[in-house]
Each structure stands twice: as C-alpha cells, then as structure tokens.
C-alpha cells in the first residue's frame, strides 16, 4: 500500500512539475503558420496582475478595431526579398496591419538547440540588423526561471543610422486562468521581460517592460503588453491580443462530445444539450470580438431565443467548468 501511494505521489509531482515547464517548441513559430492579432484600443483595461502559479488575469474588458488587426505569415527566408542577408536565419516572420497590404515588414530568426533569437528586420521605414543578437526564448523554462542576456543591434530610419546596446532578463512568473473576450484559458503561463536598452550616440537610455502571456501550441502569445519609457519621461503603453480564429492547440476546448447545438443555421430557438452535471455559461460574440449575449444555461431549459440578432456570422462560446466549446454560429 505504501508503494502505490508513493507511486501515486510520483505520478502527481511529474505532472506538477511538467505543467509548470514551458518548451520551445510549444511556442515555437512554424512555416506556413498565419496569426492575426487585434490592437487594443483601451489599454489602460488590462491590469498585468500578480505573480504565482494560481493567477487568473482577466483581460475581458478591453476593446478593439479589426481595421487596426495586424497579420502574420511564417515564411522560408529564401522565399522574402531579403532572405540572402539572413542566409543563417530559420524562418522569416511577414507582418503588415490591415490597412495596407503593402506597408511589409520581414523580421528574421534563427532556430538552435538552446534558443531561438532574432537576427534582423527589413520594413519600409526601419531596418534592423543585430551584431549580438537578443535570446527570443531558450530550450525550456521553469515556473520561476529567469534569464539574462545582452546585445547589440544598429538601426536605420529615413537613412540615418544609430547604434544600440543593452541588456535583458525574462522571468516565467506566472501560470494561471487568462480571460479574454472570447472564452478562458487555462494552464497560461506569463513571462515578464526587462530590457534596458542605450543609444551610443548622441547617448539615451530608454526602458522597456513586456509582458507575454503563452498557451503551449499557439505558436504566439495570446496577450502581448509593452511599456516603453524613454530617457525624457515620455511613456507608451500598446497591448495586443491574438485573435480567436488563429489559437490552435488548446486542449481545453471541448469537443462536440460534451455540447450538441442545433440548428446551425438557426433562425429563431437555439437548442443546446450539455453533458455532465454542471450548469454553462453562454456567450455570443460578433466575429471582431463584441459580446452581445451573456447567460446561464441550465440542463432543463435547453433553448436559447436568437430572434433578435441580425442575420450573419457570430462566434458561440460555452464554459462548462473548465471545459470551453467554441463554434460559429450562422442567424439565418
């Protein structure tokens, strides 16, 4: 008997232990990968919160514009303008906002067994290219792990060129429930980075602090929150999220085992059978991420009216503890 509870115990703290380790590869961008992000417009609704490993980050409240969205394509280097600069890079990240397919950045990476990092950025208006360049993420993390580095990059802009140097840390400081607009996810893990970073000349120093909060599988983070402070007091805060549609690998979502909602198209009375005990709290949202319904299932009241929305696409969502289904729902 003592065996199997110390068995058991094993057992336990191998979980323990591998759920508080975050991969590169879990997070490593993939060619061929798209990602769209959304730009939030009132930044001062998140609140970075605490540290530990039982955090819950609401980030719910916040609102965005999809004409400010920004898209991304993972991309072989060989396969962008300026690959043969990069002739080491392992993949090439294609970026540009919505509202100008044409306004291109290319930010390339390379890929090794202890880190992957940057080495440069083409763009229209900024070149970047690092002489030292800045660790990305290493092999793995631990909860509570942290890493510092230095670099050197130089960076040109309208042709004039400056040179930079700094140094860093990133810390794994939190794994927890992150809220966002579209549903909950758990088991996120947080990172906050520090960066210091001096200008030769003519000399400045400037301070910057992100936070990053990762889903093991999304490839990119799910929340991204910057704070840039400059040598003359000036302060810019920007945060951007990922967009439902390009969240992949979240072994949270339930499948279609534990919800049945039909029709799908529906018009009118939506019905909705949930397994297991548990009451469910629905959500409908526009596709750019506005919430118009917010209600409590319960097992004997099967149907949701739908009468009143507009005719088009919207997404469902149903938490039934911790388990998260996500659909399209299409009012005829």
């Known amino acids: ?33 798209t990602f769209t992000t959304h730009t939030v417009d009132n930044v001062s609704a998140i609140d970075v919160g605490s540290t530990g490993d039982t955090e819950t980050w609401d980030i719910s409240n916040i609102n965005y514009t999809t004409a400010n969205d920004y898209y991304y394509l993972v991309l072989s280097p060989a396969s962008t303008p300026n690959g043969s600069t990069f002739s080491s890079a392992s993949f090439a990240l294609k970026s540009y906002p919505a509202s100008d397919s044409t306004y291109l ?23 970047v290219n690092y002489s030292n360049p800045e660790i ?60 210091t970073v001096m200008r030769q000349s003519p000399p400045d120093t400037s301070i910057i602090t992100k936070y990053f909060w990762y889903k093991s599988g999304t490839h990119k983070p799910l929340v991204e929150y910057i704070d840039f402070l400059s040598s003359n007091g000036s302060e810019i805060i920007s945060a951007k999220i990922l ?66 929305l507009q005719p088009g696409m919207y997404l469902l969502i149903i938490e039934q503890g911790e388990q998260v289904f996500r659909t399209k729902l299409i009012k005829n």
């Open 136 to 195: 990305s993420f290493p092999a793995s993390m631990n909860f509570n792990d942290s890493i510092q580095d230095d670099f050197c990059y130089s960076s040109t802009a309208f042709s004039v060129t400056s040179n930079y140097c700094g140094n860093f840390s990133l810390k794994f400081d939190g794994i927890g429930k992150l809220i966002l607009p579209y549903g909950i996810f758990m088991n996120v893990f947080r990172f906050k980075y520090s960066a």
């Open 105 to 127: 950045y290319y930010t390339y990476f390379k890929d090794t067994v202890s880190s992957y990092f940057e080495l440069g950025e083409f763009g229209p208006v900024l070149t």
């Open 243 to 308: 967009s439902e549609n390009s969240i992949t690998g979240v072994s949270e979502i339930a499948s279609e085992a534990h919800v049945k909602i039909y029709p799908n198209p529906c018009k009118e009375k939506l019905s909705i059978e949930l397994n297991g005990s548990n009451n469910a709290q629905l959500k409908i949202h526009t596709i750019d991420g506005k919430l118009l319904l917010n209600k409590t299932l319960e097992k004997n009241k099967p149907e949701v009216d739908i009468e009143n």
């Open 1 to 33: 008997m003592k065996k199997s509870y110390f068995i058991c115990f094993l057992s336990i703290l191998c979980l323990k232990l591998q759920a508080q380790t975050l991969y590169k590869s879990g997070i490593l961008p993939v060619i061929g990968q």
